[in-house]
């Protein structure tokens, strides 16, 4: 028989989309489904996005190929950004613009490995690294982290792990699937032992401007001004609500950023002009939209963490960044109700029988957790609550 590639054995589709998925298939026959499983705000984008986006459109300059790194005005958008809410200077000639951030993280791992490179990722991870890492030829290695701990890393666990091997940490603050956010203090020995030890930091910064308690945690590009280190993965679908106009970036140094423009010239060409011109629009609008969201966020997240540690044997960490609370359901997966097993018979027992959808933990390679999204209506969080309480009540008889 013809073959195909390997890598169909080696590489998972996104388990996230997985759920969304059968959650659409159950509300397209009529079911009264609440999802939890979006990782995207609930929002539209902003008017001013969608009237650029009409503006761009109209202009037949737009319907053209143009710079593979991206359009200027956009570029120098992002380092103004940067500059003024992140903290840290970088130069436009150190950006390009991808297809979302998902984009920016596989021409960052492409464009630093080679077979069998190590990349170190703590679990519970975003579905995407260690797929993205298998994809560029290199070789995921897992910290575990525990709920104890808030799901963080410390040094002893990267030095624990650490082989002559190791050329990469991918580092996520705020996290999706925790939502936890490491402070200042904690953020800068690792950032410190990364450089020390002369190995890449890939930040992915998605959720930077979500934040909301306590501070937020610095860019390691604010410490490595020169990006000897660092790599910057960031872009507009979570902050803007703008996840399905496909427009995120990497930031680096000359050398990753010259291979990274190579390898976009022979994938994508260019992202989307109008995208482009949209997202631009959305930076230089500022972040007040964002704060607007996050009001609306915050108000869920308070109501979602109460409500989930009030319901037996549920409990959630403490989350204060991007839009997700991790949910320990461990005792409801071992054998309590027939045939459940594991968070991901769980999640899916929670969605046929009471139609509420949760990402089980297997997919962030923490079993024994669900991830919640908080990013919908307070009415739909309030039902959907109230069906998981009751699914618990059931169980429990
Ligand atoms: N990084 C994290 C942690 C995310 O959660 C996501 C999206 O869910 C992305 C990156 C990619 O976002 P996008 O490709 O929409 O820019």
Not at 3 to 22: A, F
Not at 30 to 50: H, L, M, R, T, W
Not at 65 to 88: E, F, M, Q, V, W
Request: hydrophobic fraction near 40%.
């Amino acid at each position: 028989m013809t073959e195909i590639s390997k890598l169909d054995k080696i590489i998972k589709p996104s388990g996230t989309m997985l759920i969304s998925n059968k959650a659409r298939e159950l509300r397209e026959a009529g079911k009264p489904v609440i999802g939890f499983g979006a990782g995207e705000p609930d929002f539209a984008s902003p008017d001013y996005v969608v009237s650029a986006a009409i503006e761009a459109a109209n202009d037949p300059k737009n319907h053209k190929y143009s710079p593979t790194a991206g359009l200027d005005s956009l570029r120098k958008s992002i380092a103004n950004s940067a500059h003024s809410n992140s903290n840290y200077l970088v130069d436009p000639a150190n950006i390009v613009v991808t297809n979302g951030g998902k984009q920016a993280i596989l021409t960052a791992l492409m464009s630093l490995l080679d077979s069998d490179d190590e990349v170190i990722i703590p679990a519970p991870f975003w579905t995407t690294y260690p797929e993205a890492v298998l994809l560029a030829g290199g070789k995921p290695i897992f910290i575990e982290t525990s709920k104890e701990k808030d799901f963080k890393i410390s040094i002893e666990d990267l030095e624990g792990i650490k082989t002559d091997k190791t050329k990469v940490l991918i580092w996520c603050s705020p996290s999706n699937p925790t939502g936890v956010v490491y402070t200042k203090e904690e953020a800068k020995k690792i950032y410190q032992w990364v450089f020390e030890n002369d190995l890449w930091i890939l930040s992915d910064e998605l959720y930077e401007h979500l934040v909301y308690e306590g501070e937020a945690t610095p860019s390691p590009a604010i410490f490595d001004k020169e990006f000897n280190n660092t790599l910057i993965v960031n872009g507009v679908s979570k902050a803007y609500a703008m996840t399905g106009w496909r427009v995120g970036w990497l930031i680096a140094n000359n050398k990753v950023i010259n291979l990274a423009k190579k390898i976009l010239s022979q994938t994508t060409s260019n992202v989307n002009n109008i995208s482009q011109l949209a997202a631009e629009a959305a930076i230089n609008n500022g972040l007040e939209v964002t704060q607007n969201m996050k009001i609306a966020f915050d108000r869920r997240r308070r109501f979602a963490i109460e409500k989930i540690n009030s319901i037996d044997n549920l409990s959630t960490t403490k989350a204060t960044g991007a839009f997700y609370l991790f949910v320990n359901v461990s005792h409801y997966c071992s054998g309590l109700i027939e045939n459940i097993k594991s968070s991901e018979d769980f999640c899916n027992w929670l969605l046929e029988n009471y139609y509420i959808a949760f990402v089980p933990g297997e997919v962030f390679g923490a079993p024994g957790y669900m991830r919640l999204s908080y990013a919908l209506s307070d009415d739909e969080l309030s039902e959907g609550l109230n069906r998981l309480e009751k699914a618990i009540k059931d169980i429990s008889g």
